[in-house]
């Protein structure tokens, strides 16, 4: 047999010699065409791919929509806000993946894909076998680049769609590394409904991050890509766990996975996280968001107007804390519907640490659902009424610039002041006047009369002035437009400032803004020019390079609003329980069983009640009332707000163990005893006495007391002794007023010295300079008592009958008769010092005079 020759023609040329010339041809021609027809749709492809633009997204992949978390400032997740197009989505650098989920991903959909320019050939012609075996789909021929481009230019499902679809995959990878291709199809693919990204689908179905994933999860979030819909484990984890075991098996034919490994996963369940719910502090979270509240931590500016960047971050650590702002919810719940009968409809509350500004708890209504109520408005940012709740702050400035200490004695009896509108005569809450008060028992008490007049004395543009200086911006307008009566709240203003400035009281009078935000964590994915063309597989899990959140940046400190040792003075008094028992009672709201410096406040009308206060740790302030406007039925902030106020404030003690106030600075502050009528030294006539908190330059300068007197008294009939025997004389103890309290004290009864002399021991020497005269001469002087100086009336012409106003005088004791002086003509009058004038149109000029004391200065009043 002849063996054949390597170098001579076989078996096909052979075949190919026996054909003829023409067949020749013919067969070339047919080779030549079938090239042709395999090369040019390739050609076509490229020349379409060059033509095809890279898609924005990918050339600018900073911009980007994410979702944001917020976190409690434990880390507790309160909410997640969606990305723009309403999905979860986080960006995942690949770097931070780990290699799990990277080796799943590829045996489930492109174990070629580190081979292959974009369209996987191979791919494509098994899809096309199996399709024409099977008569069903069986696999798909479409790689991760193919899938991320269908992801980002959605085509229908044409021959067309699929051509465009190849071309812009063949385009991506001609532009990024497979590295950044894997990281874009990660972050961008629905991994489940609602779900864009990998690392939103780690969090949501198993509450951790991706790069810990175990290998069962990982096979199983692998897995869903191909049908988010149809493997959503929450609709049942049957379906996803078979579609996850044929990922494994194909993970360990693939050897990207062992078999032990495999064998684990596969044995493992399907174990989803709980389903989170609520919508934790919703009124916060749009506080910060549309920036209307100031939040820290480099977030827009409180009143700048900007909104947070929606999608620029991917998580949000807020200040407050998840329990405390639970509990506090469910608290003004419980308020709102146990005072329903009493049409109250909503509630607020904001807690403040003081040594911070931030925000512990935040609630802005009872309900946001409920639309009766309209619980979407937020009570915390309301511009309300603080009623009394100011009255701190003008006290503690009439301190600072009027010399008045916590023992100054006030006025609390009949006053008017004249306004644009009228004259303006306040009264107090429970219907009376207490006379002479010292300012620690009015301001404990709430009594409304001294507080607007030492708001008269200051001047109302000081007191805003002050009030705008503690961050209570929005009362805005005009001094005229408040008057005095800003010292009762005649004003707007928001819960979450009223609270501040009740912070800056617990600091001793340092200023700090509200912070809402402890820190964030910015959304910056990295460019991909700047990612290294590596292996889109790494053996073994890399570690986490991503920026770690800004540490929260202390707050900036103003400066001092309040002087330290009279802010403390005004705590000491707030933080009285015994000062406040003659309005209050015994156990009232703000009865705690540890310290605690509050206030109550009720606008007019009923319409908002406020209590607020602090310890030395956390400040508490509560609203309530109806986000309509309407007044509630009677209820003060005792009653109202008040209860709320000691539930929250026992909630945040459990969060901010209460202690005790700091004891005064002995260099600032001294304890002095007073006499409980005067807030003077006492004299050896005070029979009663107090411990009082001074300034040390005020304690040292306190002045005898000259409110009570000693005075020699005929035992037989009570009048002034005179020349009286001594066996028929006996000294007595009595109160002295000046012309502006001696009204008063005539009506209410107080132990006043008689003005006449016994008849029954000869006559006085005169009323000045005798033994037992009463107290007149150089040092007594009546007042004008009404009208106030400035007033204007208006004669009402619909009114027929005579319209006239009473002309009212103080007079000291010891003054039988005095003259009204009106325009120069004298009309003299007798006790009680009143004269009922007709009104006559024109400019008037009033005074009193008296014999035995000084004149009154004269006041101007108008008739229109």
Known sequence: MRAHSPEGPGRAGRWLARLGPRARRILRRAAQIAVALAVAPWLLLAALAALTPLPPELGAPEDHAVSTVLLDRHGTVLRELRAGDGARARWLPLSEAGDRIQRALLAAEDKRFARHPGVDPIAIARAVGQLAAERRVVSGGSTITQQLARTLVPRPRTARGKLGEAALALRIEASLSKREILEQYLNRVAFGPGLRGVEAASRFYFDKPTRDLSLAEAAAL???????????????????????????????????????????????????????????????????????????????????????????????????DRGLQREIEVLAQQTVRGLSDRDVGAAAVVVIENATGEILAYVGSHDIQDAAGLGHNDGVLALRQPGSALKPFVYELAMEQLGFTAATVLPDVELSFPTADGNYAPRNYDGRFHGPVRLRDALANSYNVPAVWAAAALGPERVLERLRELGLRSLDREPSRYGVAIALGDGEVRLVDLANAYATLA?????????????????????????????????????????????????????????????????????????????FGEGNALDLPFPVAAKTGTSKGFRDNIAVGFTPDVTVAVWVGNFDGSPMGGVSGITGAGPLFRDAMLAAAR????????????????????????????????????????????????????????VRIDRRNGLRAGACPDAAVEERVFERYDAELTAWARAAGRPLAPDAASPLCGALAGLDGAPGAPPTGAGARVRVAYPPDGARFVLDPSINSLQAIRLRADVPPGVPRVRFVLDGRPIEVGPPFALDWPLVTGAHRLRVDADGAAASEEIAFSVE
């Open 507 to 583: 600091r001793g009078g340092l200023y700090l803004p509200v912070r809402a935000v402890r820190s964030f964590a910015p959304s910056s994915p990295p460019s991909p020019s700047s990612q290294a063309a590596a292996s889109p597989v790494s053996s073994t899990p890399s570690g986490s390079d991503a920026p770690a959140e800004p540490p929260a940046s202390p707050p900036e400190r103003g400066a001092r609003v309040l002087d330290a040792a009279r802010a403390r003075v005004i705590v000491d008094i707030l933080a009285d329980d015994r000062a406040r028992l003659a309005s």
């Open 655 to 710: 969060v901010r163990p209460p202690r005790p106030f700091e004891p005064p600075d002995p260099e600032q502050l001294a304890e002095v005893e007073v006499c409980a009528l005067s807030g003077m030294r006492p004299t050896a006539a005070c029979p009663h006495r107090r411990r009082e908190l001074l300034p040390r330059g005020d304690a040292a300068a306190l002045s005898p007391c000259d409110m009570h007197e000693t």
């Open 222 to 320: 692998a897995s869903m890509p191909r049908g988010p819909a149809l493997y959503d484990p929450r609709r049942g984890t049957g379906p996803l766990e078979r579609r996850r075991n044929r990922v494994l098996d194909r993970m360990l034919a693939a050897g990207l996975a062992g078999e032990a490994d495999v064998a684990r996963a596969r044995a493992e369940p399907i174990a989803l996280a709980p389903k989170g719910g609520g919508l934790g502090a919703p009124h916060l979270v749009r506080a910060v968001l549309g920036g209307a509240l100031g939040t820290g931590a480099g977030l827009p500016a409180e009143g700048s107007g900007a909104a947070w960047p929606r999608g620029r971050a991917t998580s949000i650590t807020l200040t407050i």
